[in-house]
């Protein structure tokens, strides 16, 4: 229960909740549930959507501007500067309301193109639904990785994966939603636990490749201390890691 609170208190998953709703609504409106087979393919959309926009976006180089470097702080390298920050654990909304409406819009025009007469509720249970319900178990299982008190037995396993992305290699393992692993393997950003601990340590690792002490880090930090609720003393030690 205090989890679901948890994850529940943030703006991204409370407004995507709501476009879940708002997906079946529609479905049902148009009794179109010859269409929920899309349900399935959305969600497997969403996997490889997770995967893209952690390795190819998350993890892109530092930008030298601070401002795009704010931005990328905020949706990611934030989290692996402070792993257990709760409010940087979560999607910001402004990365997962663009993205949902991409992709609903792209699903409306593809589907439309190919004929179906109802666009609308083919592209709700593409996206609103199977996207959505996706994304939701993202978050869960993200947030449950980094969770200190007891989990399932899949929810081990996913914390298990995850910290080896965290704590030894940040360019391994890019999924956290369940299933996800079989993406790093076709990708080539798997590795196995033996491999990983004979492997040399990665650099600067929770500040994934940049020095503790880069002014763009010592920047943002300071910048979103407040707002991220970094206390001072975890801001300093983060500065001499």
């Known amino acids: 229960m205090d989890r679901l609170k948890l994850m529940f208190s ?4 409370q407004v995507l909740f709501g476009l879940w709703v708002i997906g079946w609504a529609i479905v049902i409106y148009f009794s179109a549930f010859d269409l929920l087979w899309l349900v399935p393919l959305g969600m497997a959309s969403q996997m490889l959507n997770e995967y893209s926009l952690h390795r190819y976006v998350f993890h892109l180089p530092a930008p030298k501007s601070q401002f795009w470097f704010n931005v990328l702080y905020q949706a990611h390298y934030g989290h692996h500067d402070f792993p257990n920050n709760r409010p940087l654990c979560f999607v910001p909304i402004w990365i997962a309301l663009p993205i949902a409406f991409i992709s609903f819009s792209l699903a409306y025009i593809v589907l439309k193109l190919l004929g179906l007469t109802q666009p609308l509720a083919g592209a709700s249970a593409f996206t609103l639904i199977g996207g959505v319900t996706t994304f939701l178990f993202y978050e869960w299982f993200h ?3 980094h969770w200190k008190g007891k989990k399932t037995a899949i929810e081990n396993y ?8 965290h704590y030894r290699d940040f360019n391994r393992w ?9 993406i790093d393997r076709l990708m080539g950003t798997s590795i196995d636990r033996e491999a990983l601990k004979s492997q040399e340590r990665v650099k600067y690792l929770t500040t994934m490749g940049l020095k503790p002490d ?9 910048t979103f201390a407040t ?3 970094l206390q001072p003393d975890e801001v300093s030690r983060a500065a001499q890691r």
């Open 143 to 145: 947030m449950s990785a």
């Open 227 to 229: 707002k991220y609720g």
């Open 10 to 13: 943030h703006l991204s998953v």
């Open 214 to 222: 880069d002014p763009r880090l010592l920047s943002a930090r300071a």
């Open 174 to 182: 890019f999924h956290v939603s369940p299933g996800g692993e079989i």
């Open 158 to 165: 996913v914390t298990k994966l995850h910290g080896q992305h």
